[in-house]
Nanobody, 115 residues
Framework: QVQLVESGGGLVQAGGSLRLSCVASRSIFSINDMGWYRQAPGKQRELVAS???????NYADSVKGRFTISRDNAKNTAYLQMNSLKPEDTAVYYC?????????WGQGTQVTVSS
């Protein structure tokens, strides 16, 4: 019903920045909450940031002040701006949206932060 495609990951030095994008196959972000998750090797997937239909945002303590979640409803695209990156931010990042209680996930994009 919904396809999500992430992009923007890569290799970056500590202190650098990346902007991740998540493009949806249909207009969904204007009427649904969405979130960015990440999963490092050997660890469970964790919620990094979320944005509600009304635009309210929440962040994990580990990224607060460094990451910003946003969306462009006209472009069916959500973003995660990541600044002051740290090696511990290294993970595969996924976008997620629930539609009628069904979760939809993108394929993920790798973010690697070197020291």
């Amino acid at each position: 019903q919904v396809q999500l495609v992430e992009s923007g990951g890569g290799l970056v030095q500590a202190g650098g920045s990346l902007r991740l994008s998540c493009v949806a196959s249909r207009s969904i972000f204007s009427i649904n909450d969405m979130g960015w998750y990440r999963q490092a090797p050997g660890k469970q997937r964790e919620l990094v940031a979320s944005i509600s239909r009304g635009g309210l945002t929440n962040y994990a303590d580990s990224v607060k002040g460094r990451f910003t979640i946003s969306r462009d409803n006209a472009k069916n695209t959500a973003y995660l701006q990541m600044n002051s990156l740290k090696p511990e931010d290294t993970a595969v990042y996924y976008c997620n949206v629930d539609v009628r209680r069904v979760p939809f996930w993108g394929q993920g994009t790798q973010v690697t932060v070197s020291s």
